[in-house]
Structures are given as structure tokens and as C-alpha cells.
């Protein structure tokens, strides 16, 4: 199933895409009383998403015409910041480290966390604020997100799969001075519209697991990374019970995966994003993320 947030007739709504794809239930007529996603997911924490299915298969009295919807990034306003993996592709880590002149070793022991604030997350085809005031070098990443489904605390690798409620896609934007001047990653990587997601989160029970899914990044229509999320270094499973062991993951928390090598930092010369520029983000089984810097 595809969940999405949507605009239609200057209403804002959370729903589901009707198996033909040609259709958006709202979800209140599915019969979850929510005003939003973050609502939504809380609800299906406690029911699962089996009944939703049945009623998305059967189908419902008020129903959107795809065409006529504008869809949003799926979780709009996250109720927390968004958990992010650093360099969790090796080849990525490769050329974060030619970027920065650093030494290589190829070992990575521990897997590197970062939180990224997203005030409101930019929906499929929405514009990427360049922030060219204050932002010299701006770049992309294409990532796999999971949706978490319901609290997770103390969760184990074996159980880690029932916590998840699905995928969407991540365009993690980075201004990469700002990123390095601070140390931190939290400020260069959490300015305003820095968090294109979408189109729809696609629910786990769509997927093998863990998922082995192509991952691709184009601008202006050149391909620029072209990978597999079958090459995280630390898988989902390992993150969501490392992760766990010391926090709860409450139901909609959002994790970026990482992002594989041909960040426009990896070329040489760089490659970094101007305005106008139009930036693709895709993953197998999920679809495209498509937005335009400004």
C-alpha cells in the first residue's frame, strides 16, 4: 500500500492510493478518525495495517481522483527530528574522506548517527530552498527512509522487521561548509527545505527484508548515483536494535539510511547544486523523488 498526504480541493488529508493507482481514499473514509499522518500512524500502531488493507482492496465512498490531488511529503511536520546514518556505504565513505583529504582505513566499527531538523518537509516536485546567502556548496543524497510503526524500545535484530511501517524516499540536502565548519552535521544538514521527501510511504509488508532495493540519484537527467541499499554497511536491523537498546523509537520516527557514493562532493572536481537545477531521487519498488532548487 501507498500512503500519502495530499491537497485536494484546498484540503489537506492523509490517505491511501487505491491498488489501480488511479484513486486516493481519505483515511477518515477508511474509518480511522485522524487529521493527519502523524495521527494516522499512531492509530495504526495500535491496529496494525491488515484491516487497512482489506479496506483499501475493497475501496470506499469518497474517493480523489489522482489527477486532481497535489501530493505532499507523506509526513509533513515530523513530530521529532529525523535519525540519519552517516557514511553507511563504503563507497560513499570513500569519497567523503577524498573530499575532506583524509586518510581511508576501511574500517568501520560503529555505525555514525546525526539528527537532522526538518520544520517542514518538502513534497514531490516543491522546490529545495538554496539558501544561496548563506550556502556555497550545496548538495544531494538520495536515501532510503524507514517509517517507524509503532514505539520501539529494547527491540531485538529478529524483531526489529515488526517495527517497521514502511519506506519513502530521502533527499538529504547538505550544505557541505556549514556541514564541516561546525563540526556537527546538525545545522548544514537542517536548513529550511532541506528535507525533500516522498512521494508516498510504501508499507513494509511491499518488500522482503531486509529490502534489497536499487537506489539512483539524477540531475538535470545525469545519472549520478546508482546503487543498492543491500550495500549499507549497517543494515536496518542492526540500526533499529542498536538504536533501541537505549532509546524508544516512537511510532513515525523517520531514519535516513544513508546515502550511496556520487554525492556531487565525490566528483573531481565537485559538483555541487545551483538554482535551477533539478535533482531525482529514485528507489525501486518506492518510485521518484523529483525537486527543483531555487
Same mark, same amino acid.
Given at each position: 500500500?501507498?500512503?500519502?498526504?495530499?491537497?485536494?480541493?484546498?484540503?489537506?488529508?492523509?490517505?491511501?492510493?487505491?491498488?489501480?493507482?488511479?484513486? *486516493? !481514499?481519505?483515511? @477518515?473514509?477508511? =474509518?480511522? &478518525?485522524?487529521?493527519?499522518?502523524? +495521527?494516522?500512524? %499512531?492509530?495504526?500502531?495500535?491496529?496494525?495495517?491488515?484491516?487497512?488493507?482489506?479496506?483499501?482492496?475493497?475501496?470506499?465512498?469518497?474517493?480523489?481522483?489522482?489527477?486532481?490531488?497535489?501530493?505532499?511529503?507523506?509526513?509533513?511536520?515530523?513530530?521529532?527530528?529525523?535519525?540519519?546514518?552517516?557514511?553507511?556505504?563504503?563507497?560513499?565513505?570513500?569519497?567523503?574522506?577524498?573530499?575532506?583529504?583524509?586518510?581511508?582505513?576501511?574500517?568501520?566499527?560503529?555505525? *555514525? !548517527?546525526?539528527? @537532522?531538523?526538518? =520544520?517542514? &518537509?518538502?513534497?514531490?516536485?516543491g +522546490?529545495?530552498? %538554496?539558501?544561496?546567502?548563506?550556502?556555497?556548496?550545496?548538495?544531494?543524497?538520495?536515501?532510503?527512509?524507514?517509517?517507524?510503526?509503532?514505539?520501539?524500545?529494547?527491540?531485538?535484530?529478529?524483531?526489529?522487521?515488526?517495527?517497521?511501517?514502511?519506506?519513502?524516499?530521502?533527499?538529504?540536502?547538505?550544505?557541505?561548509?556549514?556541514?564541516?565548519?561546525?563540526?556537527?552535521?546538525?545545522?548544514?544538514?537542517s536548513?529550511?527545505?532541506?528535507?525533500?521527501?516522498?512521494?508516498?510511504?510504501?508499507?513494509a509488508?511491499?518488500?522482503?527484508?531486509?529490502?534489497?532495493?536499487?537506489i539512483?540519484?539524477?540531475?538535470?537527467?545525469?545519472?549520478?548515483?546508482?546503487?543498492?541499499?543491500?550495500?549499507?554497511?549497517?543494515?536496518?536491523?542492526?540500526?533499529?536494535?542498536?538504536?533501541?537498546?537505549?532509546?524508544?523509537?516512537?511510532?513515525?520516527?523517520?531514519?535516513?539510511?544513508g546515502?550511496?557514493?556520487?554525492?556531487?562532493?565525490?566528483?573531481?572536481?565537485?559538483r555541487?547544486?545551483?538554482a535551477?537545477?533539478?535533482?531525482?531521487?529514485?528507489?525501486?519498488?518506492?518510485?521518484?523523488?523529483?525537486?527543483?532548487?531555487?
Amino acid at each position: 500500500m501507498k500512503l500519502v498526504t495530499y491537497l485536494y480541493e484546498g484540503v489537506q488529508a492523509a490517505g491511501a492510493v487505491s491498488p489501480d493507482g488511479t484513486k *486516493v !481514499y481519505p483515511a @477518515k473514509a477508511l =474509518g480511522y &478518525a485522524c487529521e493527519d499522518m502523524n +495521527e494516522w500512524i %499512531g492509530l495504526l500502531a495500535e491496529t496494525g495495517t491488515d484491516g487497512l488493507r482489506a479496506a483499501v482492496e475493497k475501496g470506499c465512498s469518497g474517493a480523489c481522483p489522482m489527477e486532481q490531488v497535489t501530493l505532499l511529503a507523506p509526513i509533513p511536520e515530523p513530530k521529532q527530528d529525523m535519525v540519519c546514518l552517516g557514511i553507511n556505504y563504503m563507497a560513499h565513505a570513500e569519497e567523503s574522506a577524498r573530499y575532506k583529504e583524509e586518510a581511508f582505513g576501511g574500517e568501520r566499527p560503529y555505525a *555514525v !548517527y546525526f539528527s @537532522k531538523r526538518v =520544520g517542514g &518537509a518538502v513534497g514531490p516536485d516543491g +522546490e529545495i530552498d %538554496g539558501h544561496f546567502d548563506l550556502v556555497e556548496r550545496l548538495d544531494y543524497e538520495a536515501e532510503l527512509a524507514v517509517v517507524i510503526g509503532k514505539d520501539a524500545r529494547g527491540v531485538s535484530e529478529e524483531e526489529a522487521a515488526g517495527y517497521i511501517l514502511g519506506y519513502t524516499i530521502v533527499n538529504d540536502v547538505s550544505a557541505r561548509v556549514l556541514q564541516t565548519r561546525h563540526k556537527q552535521w546538525y545545522f548544514g544538514k537542517s536548513l529550511d527545505g532541506f528535507t525533500p521527501m516522498g512521494p508516498w510511504i510504501v508499507t513494509a509488508d511491499e518488500f522482503s527484508f531486509p529490502p534489497k532495493l536499487s537506489i539512483r540519484s539524477r540531475v538535470n537527467g545525469e545519472l549520478r548515483q546508482d546503487s543498492n541499499t543491500e550495500l549499507l554497511i549497517f543494515g536496518i536491523a542492526h540500526v533499529i536494535r542498536e538504536l533501541s537498546q537505549g532509546m524508544t523509537l516512537k511510532a513515525g520516527t523517520i531514519i535516513a539510511t544513508g546515502t550511496p557514493a556520487g554525492a556531487g562532493m565525490g566528483f573531481t572536481p565537485p559538483r555541487f547544486l545551483k538554482a535551477g537545477d533539478t535533482v531525482e531521487c529514485s528507489i525501486e519498488g518506492i518510485g521518484t523523488l523529483k525537486n527543483t532548487v531555487r
